[in-house]
């Protein structure tokens, strides 16, 4: 049973890869890469096909996910450098010392530029190919007219491999953006169970935090990814107005339903005792079940157009629920030991479940075009209002991170990328040295091996450290068994090409599988080159130990950018823009000053830099022991920005649900202000590395304290004059009403209040919070004289 169990999986695993989105994009490129070989084959060019091969090979790289526009442009920009890197390499010949020279230049550009985003990485990666194959022919062109004959051929593979890509992308670029939509829908219901497992007893809280974060950051990558896709001025949607709005209307609600999703309550801990009191907790938990089904279903509709079948019921659920809650509501406000805030927790988790549902519902009248829900009328007119045009759309794109600013700004040892492409010039250079010192016979292949190991960070260059090795052994092996086999031409052929394709499937999925691909397939493409196998598997295997050995030396001890220097900043950026965000949120509660297209434009971007913060943390929590500097304390910091960023949310979310209404209290505004004044210090305190912060910065801890008291008084007199009539299970009573959202936003201005406060001490005296084994790494700070925070 238990082997018909592990075969089961195997065949669910090859076929969760066979309709991923990555096995249709290494088909492409493989197909794109090999077209002008097999053709040569037939033709009986083969040397020429092989060359064309590599052209292509050298581009195929950056055809990713993105606009017609972007996608061209990475295209043109990676021909030229590829070209451009080959021929100068060629031309040196065999002039050691110009090619070493060239060799840094290079490596130290691509490596400069590979941080900055994936596409940019991948330019980087396609650069490194073009530096391997051009030194692995140096010497082989006796004349310039010669290297220039290959490099035509180069440019061949490559036009062609544009054309096709284009033309591709021309006809299926709908099909992207709806696999990419998919996977948003899918990885956001993904998150809605993650919170929910947070509540379980058996999960560990930390971490299940730790996942949470993960999964928001990935979330978050697929959210740009769409929003470049759709919102772009030259999306391949841009004529098409229905369609465009469908898909827009379908991320608007996805985006919104992740946002409600953070608004929940986060004080997990707290709420597990809480909700597992009470039987209302399995209702909430099978609704939230039903929800995360029905939105795989409906990414599964709108990727692959099956069938529609099981509608969505949660009345008698929802009904249920509602019946439990108005009793226990009964129950709260007549027993003065009864549990009242049970009953606030789980009525505010009931809202939450309606507000999503109505999102389902426009996601499923979208996703169905209509066609399922057309006699239900209550349910087809829930269309979402926005007040954003499309021409606010490209606003929402985050602009290039690569410009004159930035590369400027980075040219200095304060720049991690600065201290990351230098390390990866010098030890390519020096490794690459060594190997043709040493008499290794493809020194190059030891210059393959650290372009592809070395990463910015220590954890990432430390498991691909591994990975490459064990995928290469593993890859080494199969090709030798393999030629064992004594394949022919054409076989040859086959193997290769189907290395090809699952070498980039996997890349992404696993690393040591993919290495094990990419090493067959290195191997058999020597065996076109009629060179003998045996001796290239022993050859590859060696020289890959060596350039791995290399790297993580280098990356330990030259010039290395440990996480725990680079966190403050980007926690600093984080709390920057997740002021900005409760600044729009307070505008809005003490003025009526709401912008949609500003609110919206705040919110991704604090979403985007606490994804930042929290990948940040993971890449810290993987430096070696002695370099975690502050672990505790950053974890600390990242999980109260996090608390911010979600009560934020949830304040937003309230006053867009009350639009109409007024909550301008004194009282209110002073915490409010408090609130501010505290995330500004904090964020001054980081920037400066300084606890010595300004007075003017520093809030009225009285006067807070005063306001705090007062709101806490009329809390209880507005509740004191509530009685059972005041609470009926449909219309509640103003009076109620009233009582209900003052204390609601009360709660959550004074919690925040609080996180603000935990957040100013701990980046103000960060010592107070880090014990002496992980001690930061800071100069001296001047002991100030007492401030209170707000």
């Known amino acids: ?473 593993i890859g080494a092996a199969i090709a030798y068994g393999l030629y064992l086999l004594d394949p022919t031409h054409l076989a040859s052929l086959a193997i290769f090409g189907i290395s090809l394709t699952l070498a980039f499937t996997y890349v992404v999925r696993n690393y040591v599988v993919a290495s094990s691909f990419f090493t067959i397939f290195v191997i058999f493409m020597y065996s076109f080159l009629n060179r003998e196998i045996p001796s290239m598997v022993v050859f590859r295997v060696i020289d890959t130990i060596v350039g791995a050995v290399l790297v993580i030396g280098s990356v330990r001890y030259l010039w290395p950018s440990w996480e725990y220097q680079k966190f403050p900043l980007l926690l600093q950026h984080s709390l920057r823009d997740n002021k900005k965000y409760l600044q729009k949120v307070v505008n809005y509660l003490f003025q009526g000053d709401y912008d949609e297209k500003e609110y919206r434009l705040a919110r991704k971007q604090a979403y985007v830099n606490m994804a930042n913060v929290i990948s940040s943390y993971h890449r810290l929590s993987d430096d070696p022991k002695s370099k975690q500097k502050g672990a505790q304390l950053s974890y600390d910091m990242a999980l109260l920005n996090y608390m911010i960023l979600s009560t934020t949310t949830s304040l937003g979310i309230f006053l867009q649900r009350h639009p109409n209404q007024q909550f301008h209290y004194k009282e209110f505004e002073i915490i409010g202000e408090g609130i501010h004044d505290n995330l500004e210090l904090a964020e001054y305190c980081l920037k400066y590395s300084s606890n010595s912060a300004p007075e003017s910065k520093v809030a009225k801890s009285e006067q807070i304290e005063e306001a705090s008291e007062a709101l806490s008084k009329q809390i209880y007199t507005l509740k004191e004059q509530l009685g059972t009539r005041d609470m009926p299970s449909a219309n509640p009573t103003d009076t109620y009403l009233h009582y209900a959202h003052f204390n609601y936003l009360s709660r959550q201005l004074r919690w925040m209040l609080e996180l603000s406060r935990s957040i100013l001490n701990r980046a103000a005296y960060p010592e107070r919070y880090t014990s002496a084994s992980e001690s930061v790494d800071a100069e001296t700070k001047p002991v100030p004289t007492h401030r209170g925070s707000a």
């Open 1 to 473: 049973m238990r082997i018909a169990d592990q075969l089961q999986k195997g065949i669910e695993y090859i076929q969760e890869v066979s309709q991923d989105e990555q096995f249709y994009l290494s088909l492409r490129h493989a197909v794109g890469a090999l077209i002008p070989l097999v053709i040569g084959e037939m033709l009986g060019y083969q040397t020429i096909g092989l060359t064309m091969m590599l052209g292509a090979f050298f581009v195929s790289g950056v055809d990713i996910a993105g606009t017609f526009q972007s996608k061209a442009k990475a295209l043109l920009i990676t021909t030229a450098l590829s070209l451009s890197i080959t021929f100068l390499l060629l031309l040196a010949g065999g002039q050691q010392l110009l090619i070493l020279v060239l060799l840094f230049v290079f490596i130290f550009g691509l490596a400069y530029i590979s941080p900055f985003s994936l596409r940019y990485s991948l330019m980087g990666i396609m650069g490194y190919l073009a530096i391997i194959l051009a030194i692995s022919m140096t010497g082989r062109f006796d004349t310039v007219s010669q290297i220039l004959h290959h490099c035509f051929l180069l440019l061949g593979g490559s036009l062609w491999y544009i054309a096709y890509a284009l033309a591709i992308h021309f006809f299926t670029g709908t099909r992207v953006i709806t696999r990419r939509l998919a996977r948003c829908m899918k990885q956001t219901t993904h998150y809605f169970q993650q919170r929910v497992a947070l509540v379980e007893p058996e999960v560990d809280h930390d971490r299940g935090i730790f996942k949470l974060a993960q999964l928001q950051q990935e979330l978050n990558e697929t959210q740009e990814s769409v929003r470049e896709l759709l919102f772009s001025n030259t999306s391949l949607l841009s004529g098409r107005s229905s369609e465009r709005r469908r898909y827009y209307l379908i991320f608007i609600e996805l985006v919104d339903m992740h946002e409600l999703a953070m608004a929940t309550p986060i004080d997990y801990p707290k709420v597990r005792d809480l909700l597992h009191r009470y039987p209302e907790y399995n209702i909430i938990r099978e609704i939230i079940d039903k929800i995360h089904n029905e939105i795989h279903l409906l990414a599964e509709v709108l990727l692959k157009n099956k069938e529609y079948n099981r509608p969505l019921k949660l009345q008698e659920e929802l009904e249920s629920l509602e019946r439990h809650l108005i009793q226990l509501k009964q129950d709260a406000f007549s027993d003065k030991e009864h549990d009242e805030e049970a009953y606030h927790t789980l009525k505010r988790i009931e809202l939450y479940l309606h507000k999503q549902l109505q999102k389902v519902e426009v996601i499923q009248n979208v996703v169905l075009d209509y066609k399922t829900y057309e006699e239900d009328k209550e349910v087809t007119d829930k269309e979402p209002s926005t007040d954003l045009s499309t021409t606010d759309l490209p606003q929402f794109i985050t602009p290039n991170p690569l410009n004159w600013g930035s590369i400027i700004d980075n040219l200095s040892f304060d720049s991690s990328y600065f201290r990351y492409a230098l390390r990866t010039a010098t030890t390519a250079v020096a490794g690459y040295s060594l190997a043709h010192f040493l008499g290794f016979q493809n020194a190059y292949w030891v210059l393959l091996t650290i372009l592809v190991v070395m990463k910015p960070g220590y954890g990432a260059t430390n498991k691909r450290f591994f990975q490459r090795i064990f995928g290469t052994l």
